[in-house]
């Protein structure tokens, strides 16, 4: 039904494509439902119908996946590194503060490069997304907690605990002290085939994010509440 609406078709009675069910009844079960007749005059179906550029709905559905990829300009890499660095003035401060800006100046090159993820249908598989997703989910938690507070919660946080939370719960995806942790896939095929734009860089000692956030906060004695930890 799918390809019917992308097609602009409608194929009422249509038995050839097995739409109709076999009785007034409805559709049973079994050879009834499907058969293997059946099965490839509609798989036969579905490929003539997306392999048609005529047809505007199967040239719609092409652009918008050859469109989709994100590319961040060189000036969006910049203004979102900055924003990204904006927070920490804004929610920090004394020892903390000076602590996280000197760890942001330390992996800058490396951070406002990376993606947020390996494939390309998870998220922010792309040059700066790892940047990207940071604000969106940083923005995402104070817009919810202050959503909490206006129905009546009772906060046992701060907004800097929120920051920080959200600002470093993906930072062991920056890689270590010395190598990154996405590097790019070599293998066109599986670019192409698996959308696996990146691989996990084998020299990296295996944790997991999580785990290996903890480790860089450390690195540069930054230490965090326990509310924060949990």
Known sequence: RVLIKISGETLMGDSEFGLDPPTVEGWHTGKEWIDGGSLTERINYAVGLVTDMNNSGSKYLVDTLVNSDQELSAEQLLENWNKLIGYIPQYFEGERKEKLTKMYEHFQDRMMYAPASGREHYHNA????????????TESCLKIAKLWEEMGATPDWTEENIVFCAMHHDLGKVGDMEQ???????????????????????????????????????????????????
Do not use: C
């Not at 792309?126 to 989910?137: A, L, T």
């Not at 590097?183 to 990296?204: A, F, T």
């Open 180 to 230: 990154e942790y996405y590097v790019p896939n070599p293998s066109e095929w599986h670019r192409i085939n698996q959308g696996k734009m990146y691989d996990y860089d084998n020299r990296l000692h295996y944790m997991t994010v999580t785990d290996r956030a903890v480790w860089l906060l450390s690195q540069f004695d930054i230490k965090m509440s326990e509310v924060e930890y949990l």
């Open 126 to 137: 792309f040059p700066g997304g790892y940047v990207m997703h940071i604000i969106n989910v």
